[in-house]
Structure formats: C-alpha cells, structure tokens
C-alpha cells in the first residue's frame, strides 16, 4: 500500500487506485483539461472523497463526510453524530446548479426527519450563495456550529407556530364544551329533583289513598311547589360544600437573585407544598408542563391533587423569562382551593450569555448556589435564589414597608412551640426532604428517614422563611427563641442578657451570691 493510501479499508483503497488510475496520477491536469464547470464540481468532489465516493449516475454521487472539529454538531441533531463526526450525503449536481443550487439528500438514520428537512434546505442555500459544490462542503464542515444553531431555531419556530394554532382551535371549542357542560349539569339537576318529588308523590298517595277530592288536589299543588323550593336549596348548599372555589392570584417573588453568565432562564417544573382551605392539611403536589403561553412565551405549569378531606386542590404557574437586567419576579399563578406553604424543589432551564446554548439545573432543593460551566464555551455561570415569598401584588420599591404586609404568612400553629421545644417560636426547613418540622424528633417521628442540618427556619409570628442566624425575625422582629426575649421573663442569667461570670453580674441576680453544693 501506497504513502497516499495509508490508514484506508480494502475497499477504500481499491477505489483510490482506481481514481488515481483515471486521472494518471495527475489531477491538476485533468481538471484544467476540463472546460464545463459542472464537470469540475463533480471532478473535485470526487477527488476530495474519493475514499468513500460512489457515483449511481453521471453528476449523482453518495459519499460521506468527515468533519474536522465534529464538537460543532450539536446534540440536538444527533449525539452518534457528534461523536462519530460522519455526515453521509448524496448530492446531485443539476445542469442550473449555478442558480438553483445543488440537492442535497442526507442518509444518516440517527438523524429525525425534522432535522433531515431543515438541514437540507440550508445545504441547498449555500449552494446557490457560493454556486459551487466544493465550497459549500468547505463551508458546511468549517461553520457547522452556526447551522445547527439555525436549523434548532427553525424547528422551534414551526413547534411554536403548530401550538398557537392549537390554542386558537381550543379556544374556540371551548365555549361549545363549557355550555355543553352547563346544559348537563342543569339536565341533572332537574333529573334529581323530579325524581325526588316522584317519590314525595309516591309516598302521599300512599298515605292518603286513593281517594282525590278538589282540597286534596290544591294542597298537594302547593306542597309540590314548597317541596321544589327546599329540594333546590339544599342540593345548592351540597354542592357548595363539596365544590369549594376559593381562588388566590399570586406572583412568585425571589427575596434575592444572583443570576451570573445567563441571558435568560425560566421555571421549568417544581413542587410545592400548599394547605388545603378547608380542613388545613398540607399536602405536596408536583408541577406537570401545560399549554404554551404567548403572553410569557413560555409553557404553563399545572399541578392538581385531591386531599385527604376529598376536595381538589388545583394551581396553574406562569413562568416568566428572567435575565440579568429583571426585577426577582419568577412567576405568577393562581391557587384554588389551596394556598401555597412552601417552595420545596424546582428545576430551571437557561440560555447562555456568550454562545446562547442552552442548559438545565434540575431538583434544585434549598436555596444555594449552583454553578456549571456551559457546554459550549466553557464559560462558569451560576444561579441561586434565596428564599421565595407570594404576593399578592407586585413589589414596588417606593412602598417596600406596604408590600411587605401583603405577603403570604399566618402564624404557626402554637406559634411554632411543640412539646419537645415550649420555647422555641419557629419551624426548621431541613436539608434531606426540604420540608418544615418543629424539631429533629418531631421530622423523626412522621419521616422515614433521619432529620440533617437545616440553614432556614419560618417564624412563627409571620411565617417568613430565613436563614438561620439571627435570633429574632427580619421581618416582624420578634425573637423566635423565649431566652433571646427579654419581655419573656427572666429565664436564665438576667433574661439572656447577662453573663455567667459571677463577678461580673449584677447584685441584684440572687445567683450570685449561691453556693455551690
């Protein structure tokens, strides 16, 4: 085997002997001796792939080409792809290549049809822009990158366009669904009710017998009419037990935001543990991807479950596109039935600030710092949220003292006291499920797993949620410990304030002068 065809299959190798053969070993010349520059495109093409190049007909070839820096095939495309750095083509050279462009066919079965589609469309393009095979090649395999990127937008664009007519047909059924649905509520409604008065009519005929005279006749008429009127209100108070509505429209607010090397990002799923509004339980419901919304522009997030006194909690989030330059809006929802308690887990999908690829940071639990370097630049990004409140407005700086008595938090039960702790006034959020407890032995006694370390508490005053450190409240200021409380009593060393050496306390504290036994 030849210097030229070392590293080649037999089969490769056969054919390069063969082109070499029909060239005599000098291409330069043969292509100078060539006069039609359809033939020179052919010619160059199946001298550059000469290795893998078959030709089914005259200016129609298959052959595949390796690119140089195969990174730069995104993975949406195909990872095997990527990896291998192997594109297989079959092209034609038309007679009209100059203006219409070469066909382009790609064979790779890795590859979707969506993305066959849209790539041959672009490969079709540069050839017309360079009205040349060989350069369209060149161009394609130095410059891979910036199609792919093309070609993910197209598809995104024609995702986003087959969804907006979606929701146009929805929403225009919808009215025809909603009316049909009253007219069949309404149907059995009255169906119930007849049924009802058949059977009151039944049992007076039976009490009364046969026998039907005019007073008989007037007194059952009104009593039809008044038996009508109870049946109505009570299956409306039935159903008002039992269909409990009450909404709530809140927006999901960040208390502080670090949002570094990211030009955008958005909620992608979550889970969020909210209180039922009639028998107070708390339950954990997880998020499942909705309709996508033009207004936000990204997709809704819908999250239903049925507590355990049978009512249907429901909530719809509207995620917001954040960037470097937003306010800590997140998002904003609307609860029925339910109001929220806690925002235990989340997942968020980002755009990089350099390169514009995308990435994810999934089962975000607490609220540290995340950081990742982006898959393309290698450029270090992070992202961190620190505490989450509901409102019920949006904040506005010049009236922060306003807004912060809007926000969502009640008192704990008890205060936050339970019997292993009478005086301690918070719950801790602990690090191994991000759920809130009273205390260790109060995780450890409903959890199946043991309590770890917890770096946020919610106060029992005003149910903020806060890091641990200080011992009194950042909103409310109470003291969320009776020791750090000097309106508590004097508990221990003049109410926490003093000190524990003797000399140095004061003489009224009668423990300075106590012996010690």
Same mark, same amino acid.
């Given at each position: 085997?030849?210097k ?7 089969? !490769? ?9 029909t ?12 006069? =039609?520059?359809?033939?020179?495109? $052919? ?16 200016? @129609? #070839? ?9 990174? !730069? ?5 195909s ?10 083509? !079959? ?12 066909? $382009? ?13 849209v *790539? ?13 095979? $060989? ?19 197209? &598809? ?8 907006k007519?979606?929701? &146009? ?13 009253e ?13 009802? /008065?058949?059977?009151? &009519? ?9 026998e ?35 909404? +709530?429209?809140?927006?999901?607010? +960040? ?6 090397n ?9 889970i969020l ?13 997880s998020?499942?991807?909705? !309709?996508?919304?033009?207004?936000t ?7 239903s ?8 909690l429901?909530?719809?989030?509207f995620p917001?596109?954040?960037?470097q ?5 997140? #998002?904003?929802?609307?609860?029925? /039935?339910?109001?929220?308690? =806690?925002f235990r ?7 990089? +600030? =350099? ?5 994810? *940071?999934? /089962?975000?639990?607490?609220?540290? *710092? ?19 409140? $509901? ?17 969502i ?7 936050g006291?339970?019997? @292993? ?21 109060? @995780?450890?006694a ?18 903020? *949620? ?11 200021? #109470?003291?969320?410990?009776? #020791? ?5 009593? /004097? ?9 524990r050496?003797? +000399? ?9 002068? @106590?012996?010690?036994?």
């Open positions: 085997m030849s030229k065809g070392k590293g080649l299959s037999q089969d !490769e190798y056969s054919r390069f002997i063969v082109n070499e053969e060239w005599n070993n000098g291409f330069l010349n043969h292509i100078k001796s060539l006069t =039609d520059e359809r033939e020179r495109e $052919f010619a160059q093409i199946k001298r550059k792939y000469q290795s893998s190049f078959v030709e089914i007909e005259p200016f @129609h #070839a298959r052959f595949t080409h390796k690119f140089s820096n195969p990174s !730069e095939v995104h993975e949406y495309i990872p095997l792809v990527k990896k291998s750095g192997l594109l297989h083509l !079959e092209v034609l050279i038309p007679d009209n290549f100059d203006t219409d462009g070469c066909i $382009f066919k790609i064979l790779n079965d890795e590859i979707t049809d969506v993305f066959k589609e *790539l041959q469309v672009f490969f079709n393009e540069l050839s017309k822009q360079y009205k040349s095979l $060989f350069y369209t090649m060149k161009y394609i395999d130095n410059h891979m990158q910036i199609i792919s990127g093309k070609a993910i937008d197209k &598809i995104r664009e024609r995702k986003e366009e087959i969804e007519q979606k929701q &146009i047909e929805e929403e225009k059924k919808q009215p025809i669904e909603e009316e049909k649905e007219n069949n509520e309404n149907e059995a409604e009255n169906n119930e009710i007849q049924e009802i /008065n058949n059977q009151n &009519i039944n049992l007076r005929k039976e009490s009364r017998g046969t039907k005279s005019e007073d008989y006749e007037e007194d059952y008429e009104e009593d039809k009419e008044e038996f009508k009127d109870e049946t109505n209100k009570e299956t409306k108070q039935r159903r008002r037990k039992f269909e409990m509505r009450d909404r +709530a429209v809140l927006n999901i607010i +960040a208390q502080a935001l670090t949002f570094k990211y030009s955008s990002g958005a909620l992608q799923s979550c543990d909210v209180q039922c509004m009639r028998c107070q339980s708390i339950s954990s419901l998020t499942t991807q909705g !309709e996508f919304d033009i207004k522009g990204t997709n809704s997030l819908l999250g479950g049925e507590c355990q006194c049978t009512l249907i429901q909530f719809t989030i917001i596109i954040m960037h330059l937003t306010d800590l809006m997140i #998002a904003t929802s609307n609860f029925v /039935n339910c109001k929220p308690v =806690d887990e989340s997942s968020f999908k980002f755009t990089c +600030a =350099d390169c514009g690829a995308e990435s994810a *940071l999934l /089962n975000i639990a607490g609220f540290n *710092l995340y950081t990742e370097n982006c898959t393309q630049c290698f450029k270090k990004q992070s992202f961190r949220i620190q505490g989450i409140d $509901f409102l019920s407005e949006r904040p506005d700086k010049k009236n922060e003292g306003e807004n912060k008595e809007k926000f938090g009640k008192p704990l039960p008890k205060n006291t339970c019997k @292993h702790f009478s005086q301690s006034y918070r719950w801790f959020k602990y690090n191994c499920c991000q759920k809130i407890f009273p205390c260790s032995t109060c @995780h450890d409903i959890s199946d797993h043991k309590s770890s370390s917890a770096d946020y508490y919610v106060c029992g005053f005003c149910g903020m *949620l806060q890091p641990i450190g200080k011992e009194s409240c950042g909103r409310c200021k #109470a003291a969320v410990t009776k #020791a750090g409380d000097p309106h508590q009593g /004097n508990n221990f060393w003049e109410g926490g304030k003093g000190c050496n003797k +000399a140095q306390l004061s003489h009224k504290d009668k423990r300075k002068y @106590h012996k010690k036994k």
